[in-house]
T-cell receptor, first 108, second 116 residues
Framework: EDKVVQSPLSLVVHEGDTVTLNCSYE??????LLWYKQEKKAPTFLFML????IEKKSGRLSSILDKKELFSILNITATQTGDSAVYLC????????FGAGTRLTVKP | DVKVTQSSRYLVKRTGEKVFLECVQD?????MFWYRQDPGLGLRLIYF???????EKGDIPEGYSVSREKKERFSLILESASTNQTSMYLC???????????????FGPGTRLTVL
């Protein structure tokens, strides 16, 4: 059965900290892995990863995929209170399966 | 910018009522999706549609039906609402591409449905 597991489920940090969110998966016919940020509304797209070892970067956020070990990490450096959100990982094969999400709280 | 709108942000219904959730997208996307989101379970796909009048079951279609009469509109129907259908419902759309149609989905704001 296809599986997407995110860790930790919840994380509380202070502004300026760096955080690493994890997403591991077990799926057949892997095509891509996506990261979304969800605040008090709908998820917004962050990154799509298809190749191992190639870092995607957008400002203070970056992500990388390891297709051998079947996981991805999302890094956020110099966190700000506006980074507080649920971060969702989704894996695409012939279907699309979301993880349960990591709730990040950044305190001032 | 892609815009996906949902008819209601908050909805309260009684057990047994018929419920319609409407979703409209304005970017001529071929693909549309309905998810529900529950704590600890992430997003789970209910139904999706690749074209007008076409629908496919997702992971949890039981208790739901859908309608896609026009390209821009995808409706989720709860024929007889039950308390276990209390949830956040999210609609999404994406462009048909040569790869997976699920790659970049744009989400609506969500409808929080409470069934009493």
């Amino acid at each position: 059965e296809d599986k997407v597991v995110q860790s930790p489920l919840s994380l509380v940090v202070h502004e300026g900290d760096t955080v690493t969110l994890n997403c591991s998966y077990e799926v057949t016919n892997f095509r891509s892995l996506l990261w979304y940020k969800q605040e008090k509304k709908a998820p917004t797209f962050l990154f799509m990863l298809t190749s191992s070892g190639i870092e995607k970067k957008s400002g203070r956020l970056s992500s990388i995929l390891d297709k051998k070990e079947l996981f991805s990490i999302l890094n956020i450096t110099a966190t700000q209170t506006g980074d507080s959100a649920v971060y969702l990982c989704a894996v695409v094969n012939n279907d699309m399966r979301f993880g349960a999400g990591t709730r990040l709280t950044v305190k001032p | 910018d892609v815009k996906v709108t949902q008819s209601s942000r908050y909805l309260v219904k009684r057990t047994g009522e018929k419920v319609f959730l409407e979703c409209v997208q304005d970017m001529d996307h071929e693909n549309m999706f309905w998810y529900r989101q529950d704590p600890g379970l992430g997003l789970r796909l209910i139904y999706f549609s690749y074209d007008v009048k076409m629908k496919e079951k997702g992971d949890i279609p039981e208790g739901y039906s859908v309608s896609r009469e026009k390209k821009e509109r995808f409706s989720l129907i709860l024929e007889s609402a039950s308390t276990n259908q209390t949830s956040m419902y999210l609609c999404a759309s994406s462009r048909r591409t040569s790869g997976s149609p699920r790659n970049e989905q744009f989400f609506g704001p969500g409808t929080r449905l409470t069934v009493l």
